[in-house]
């Protein structure tokens, strides 16, 4: 029998995870079928529930329903334990077990695809919310010479920095004014087309600037193009997430080059035909 997966979130129309998915399978051979499931805000565990009893194996999760999910699942992995905050689920006879893939998926993405070494650099992490907290062990497995992590409200930030420890420095954004190696937006100004309040002093030539955004582009990303740094979008994060859910379920690890380039290839396509210029052609 083919067996089912989704991703549920509200909203989800615009996700890409079918697409993503449906290439994992014709590459792997796997015979699988992923859907997209919009789940209603307050409705987020009955969705799962019906998935469950309908022959769902496992399913994606994402905004806003990952810390929900944290509290649906059975058992955790340590690193969804640690994260706080649960992105994959798999369905057995032992019941839910909660995973986070996205801190895998980032550095996946940083280090095999933007061809970054992580270990002895400065890296900003901007925010302190799911996103963020999802992220900072794995980066801090890649023994970074500093992760400073900072957030328009500083507790906040420095609740993250005392929970994983490791020598984590806490901020402002305006107080985060020296350069940096890599810098990562994990905030949701992105999605309201904002810029949080930063130094221009954080970019050099030699900077990259990440923002976990994907298919757009953020006025993180130019504002840092502006001031010199390197840029990218956090589209390959969203496929390398996927394959490291991918190998959860199936065991089985999908190769992701092809896979982010037709995924770009496609955006690029959608842009030339929504210009002007393209919709005379």
Same mark, same amino acid.
């Given at each position: 029998?083919? %067996?089912?997966?989704?991703v549920?979130?509200?909203?989800?129309a615009?996700? =890409?995870?079918p697409?993503?998915?449906a290439?994992?399978a014709?590459q792997? !051979?796997? %015979?699988?079928?992923? &859907?997209a499931?919009l789940?209603?805000l307050d409705?987020?565990?009955?969705?799962v529930a019906?998935?469950?009893?309908?022959?769902?194996?496992?399913?994606n999760?994402?905004?806003?329903? =990952? #810390?929900?999910a944290f =509290?649906?699942a059975k058992?955790?992995?340590p690193r969804?334990?640690r994260?706080?905050?649960?992105?994959t689920l798999?369905?057995? @006879?032992d019941?839910?077990? *909660?995973?986070?893939?996205?801190?895998?998926?980032l550095?996946a993405?940083?280090?095999?695809n933007?061809?970054?070494? /992580?270990?002895?650099r400065?890296?900003?992490l /901007?925010?302190? $919310?799911?996103?963020?907290r *999802?992220?900072? &062990?794995?980066?801090?497995?890649?023994?970074?010479?500093a992760l400073?992590?900072a957030?328009?409200?500083?507790?906040?930030?420095?609740e993250l920095? #005392?929970?994983?420890?490791? $020598?984590?420095?806490a901020?402002s954004? #305006?107080a985060?004014?020296?350069?940096?190696d890599?810098?990562?937006n994990?905030?949701?100004?992105?999605?309201a *087309?904002e810029l949080p309040?930063?130094?221009p002093?954080i970019?050099?030539?030699n900077t990259?600037?990440?923002?976990?955004?994907?298919?757009r %582009?953020?006025?993180?990303?130019?504002?840092a193009?502006?001031?010199?740094?390197?840029?990218?979008d !956090?589209?390959?994060?969203?496929?390398e997430?996927?394959a #490291? @859910?991918?190998?959860v379920?199936?065991?089985?690890?999908? &190769?992701t080059t092809?896979?982010i380039?037709?995924?770009?290839q %496609?955006r690029l396509e959608? &842009?030339?035909?929504?210009?002007?210029?393209g919709?005379?052609?």
């Amino acid at each position: 029998m083919t %067996d089912r997966y989704a991703v549920f979130g509200h909203p989800i129309a615009h996700s =890409k995870s079918p697409q993503i998915h449906a290439a994992f399978a014709r590459q792997t !051979g796997e %015979d699988v079928v992923y &859907e997209a499931i919009l789940a209603p805000l307050d409705g987020f565990a009955d969705s799962v529930a019906q998935f469950i009893a309908t022959g769902g194996r496992g399913a994606n999760v994402t905004v806003p329903f =990952k #810390e929900e999910a944290f =509290k649906l699942a059975k058992r955790l992995s340590p690193r969804a334990q640690r994260a706080g905050a649960v992105n994959t689920l798999s369905f057995d @006879a032992d019941g839910i077990l *909660g995973d986070n893939t996205d801190g895998a998926g980032l550095v996946a993405d940083l280090t095999r695809n933007l061809n970054q070494t /992580l270990g002895g650099r400065r890296i900003l992490l /901007l925010g302190a $919310g799911g996103a963020a907290r *999802g992220v900072i &062990e794995p980066l801090l497995d890649q023994q970074p010479a500093a992760l400073v992590l900072a957030n328009r409200t500083v507790s906040r930030a420095q609740e993250l920095a #005392e929970l994983f420890g490791h $020598g984590i420095t806490a901020c402002s954004f #305006e107080a985060a004014d020296a350069p940096f190696d890599v810098v990562i937006n994990a905030t949701a100004a992105s999605l309201a *087309g904002e810029l949080p309040p930063l130094s221009p002093r954080i970019f050099t030539d030699n900077t990259l600037a990440y923002d976990m955004m994907y298919g757009r %582009d953020t006025p993180f990303l130019s504002f840092a193009r502006t001031h010199g740094a390197a840029a990218s979008d !956090g589209l390959g994060m969203l496929v390398e997430q996927a394959a #490291e @859910a991918f190998y959860v379920w199936r065991g089985v690890r999908p &190769e992701t080059t092809a896979v982010i380039a037709a995924l770009r290839q %496609d955006r690029l396509e959608s &842009e030339r035909l929504a210009s002007p210029r393209g919709l005379r052609t």
